[in-house]
């Protein structure tokens, strides 16, 4: 099976813009959960999808979203970045039975 | 909500010995423990994981130990080799809940 995917890899951008990433489950995964690592935070949850639907939140302000779509694949969406912002932000996805989560690449969003 | 504290943050040992990563968790439900490791520049991979029906798990030289009581879970890394040099995070949480991470652990193994 192929692995989680993340696109676009890396990013760049100004403060007060938004931002997109998508993540690519493994094939019949239906569960996409996000982090941000930072490297004073560790790994952060964000949110996770399962089924379309949001089944779990962090504790991040509302400039963080994220959506999934009826093939599993996920988009997580940040507006009015801040320098703060800047990190990786990896997702993980699961069957959403058994809780093992398979991390993707990753998408490192530096933000100036 | 699950809080995991990990300890130590660094660690090095020489190659050959042993290592352990501890790491404790708030919420007694919690009954799910992975751990991953995360080499420089690469994603977390899974290692190994646990469950809270079982006290001890193995393979080959990695091995995870649970306590349910104390609500503390151990990473164990027998006959350590180069390649095992990397940051070392574990994790705790419910079923169809949330993974919370502890804050990783960099080991480092001294050839």
């Known amino acids: 099976k192929a692995g989680v995917t993340q696109t676009p890899r890396y990013l760049i951008k100004t403060r007060g813009q938004q931002v997109t990433l998508s993540c690519s489950p493994i094939?019949?995964?239906?569960?996409v959960s996000w982090y941000q690592q930072t490297p004073g935070q560790g790994l952060q949850f964000l949110f996770e999808y399962f089924s379309e639907t949001q089944r779990n939140k962090g504790n991040f302000p509302g400039r963080f979203s994220g959506r999934q779509f009826s093939n599993s694949r996920s988009e997580m969406n940040v507006s009015t970045l801040e320098l703060g912002d800047s990190a990786l932000y990896l997702c993980?996805?699961?069957?959403?039975?058994?809780?093992?989560?398979?991390f993707g690449p990753g998408t490192r969003l530096t933000v100036l | 909500g699950e809080n995991v504290e990990q300890h130590p943050s660094t660690l090095s040992v020489q190659e050959g010995d042993s290592a352990v990563i501890k790491c404790t968790y708030s919420d007694s439900a919690s009954n799910y423990f992975p751990w991953y490791k995360q080499e420089l520049g690469k994603r977390p991979q899974l290692i190994i994981d646990?469950?809270?029906?079982?006290g001890e798990k193995k393979d080959q030289r990695i091995a995870v130990t649970l306590n349910k009581t104390a609500k503390h879970f151990s990473l164990h890394i027998t006959e350590t080799q180069p390649e095992d040099s990397a940051v070392y995070f574990c994790a705790a949480s419910m079923r169809n809940e949330k993974l919370t991470f502890g804050t990783g652990t960099r080991l480092t193994i001294i050839p």
């Open positions: 094939s019949g995964h239906r569960s």
């Open positions: 646990i469950r809270s029906n079982v």
């Open positions: 993980a996805s699961s069957s959403g039975l058994h809780n093992e989560q398979f």
